[in-house]
């Protein structure tokens, strides 16, 4: 028997507008929310919505009827989450169908889509509980397997993860990290007893995600039969085939004319016609199959870019120094009773924010160039300094407010002030 498990990354950031320096201390408003341009965050998701989401969860939901069988995982920032509650109820409310289904696996994930596990573990564990109370308020389930923003991993996050009730952890299947293995299997982290990781295909994943439509790559066209074959080959050497990808791959990435909604109909009936092929949720596969050996990644992986590392995010100097700045801010924001605050840091603390500062091939027109609001990596530093000063300038106040105010708040309404955001 192989397993094929479907897991699908959705996630639209609330990107910062050009806040220039004459906005600081006069303009609180740091996200592009309200402007006329393109890429307006409100425009932006109601087009991504618009050629991805609705049409694609249509498909989803038709293939759940048409199949018994067809099982498949969604994590959802709660970034996203929040911007569908507030301005997009009809696309969260077909989202909540799908799940109400009973065959679609919610992972856990940082409610920001942030890097804080590398920076400040206390903020990455209030972030997961986040997020944790957002799916459950939304969706009525509790997540069983974690899956950490960018797909970052490393051993010790495994480790936390297992001590934290995690059946199963989501990892980029690299090359170098397997040292020759496949990643058509579950593999233990180095300590661990009971969590299993669960690997990317991401050959299978990347000629749908990115080859789809790329007329010069010898699999083109890509067609359901020859998918299922690919996939249906691995049947003798592997437990599970592990698809993983952005839910924009869908309408987005790859447009409605590149026929990839079609391929997507069409291509659960394709491998369910070897009789000894399945679908499995993340935490089926997990419950499913034991460990066929021990993966040891001491360093973070990721699934961007060639070098599969964090370099996408803070691979230059000035993404380093913007993170470090911001994270820096962190005890003196949660100790404030200042609600909006504290979420405006969090909200900075998104991953794409420091992915726009990239300087790796930027001139090139390439992936991290899209739906990018700023002309260039600087361009977006300068803007993220600029609220940073703003940010600042609010704790100054708040500090003397504090100062002024008897009796000072006690601990515990701190607490909840932290915890509530």
């Not at 079609?262 to 679908?279: I, M, R, W």
Request: contains cysteine.
């Amino acid at each position: 028997m192989l397993s094929v498990c479907h897991y699908f990354h959705v996630h639209q950031p609330r990107r910062i507008k050009r806040y220039r320096v004459f906005d600081i201390g006069r303009d609180h408003g740091y996200f592009n929310d309200a402007t006329e341009t393109d890429l307006n965050n409100r425009r932006v998701l109601a087009k991504v919505a618009g050629k991805s989401y609705l049409p694609t969860n249509q498909t989803l939901q038709d293939l759940l009827q048409r199949h018994p069988e067809f099982t498949f995982s969604f994590s959802f920032s709660g970034v996203l989450l929040d911007q569908l509650e507030e301005n997009f109820p009809e696309v969260l409310d077909s989202f909540k169908r799908l799940i109400a289904t009973g065959r679609v696996e919610i992972l856990a994930d940082t409610h920001y889509h942030s890097l804080a596990f590398f920076y400040s573990l206390p903020e990455f564990e209030r972030q997961i509980e986040l997020h944790e109370r957002t799916i459950r308020r939304l969706f009525g389930v509790v997540p069983k397997v974690l899956r950490n923003t960018e797909l970052s991993y490393r051993n010790d996050l495994a480790t936390w993860a297992e001590a934290h009730g995690y059946i199963g952890i989501m990892a980029e299947g690299w090359d170098h990290a397997l040292a020759s293995r496949s990643p058509n299997f579950l593999y233990r982290p180095p300590g661990c007893k009971k969590i299993k990781v669960l690997l990317k295909n991401y050959r299978l994943s990347d000629d749908v995600a990115f080859r789809f439509s790329e007329r010069s790559w010898k699999g083109w066209p890509l067609t359901a039969p020859k998918f299922a074959e690919w996939v249906n080959a691995h049947h003798g050497d592997g437990q599970t085939v592990n698809l993983f990808m952005d839910y924009e791959t869908f309408g987005e990435h790859q447009w409605e004319d590149s026929g990839i909604f079609h391929f997507l109909s069409a291509l659960p009936g394709e491998l369910l016609k070897h009789p000894d092929t399945v679908f499995k949720t993340p935490s089926q596969t997990a419950a499913a199959y034991e460990p066929v050996g021990e993966i040891d990644v001491p360093y973070i992986l990721t699934w961007a870019d060639t070098e599969r590392d964090l370099s996408a995010w803070v691979g230059n100097d000035i993404q380093r120094s913007a993170i470090a700045a911001l994270y820096a801010l962190e005890e003196e924001v949660l100790h404030t009773d200042d609600a909006k605050l504290i979420e405006d840091w969090r909200y900075l603390q998104t991953s794409d924010h420091f992915y726009y500062m990239c300087t790796k091939w930027f001139a090139d027109g390439d992936v991290h160039k899209y739906f990018n609001p700023y002309q260039s990596p600087y361009d977006a530093y300068i803007a993220f300094m600029n609220v940073l000063s703003d940010v600042k300038l609010r704790l100054q106040k708040e500090r003397t407010r504090q100062t002024r105010r008897s009796p000072r708040m006690s601990g515990n309404r701190r607490e909840r002030a932290v915890i509530s955001n």
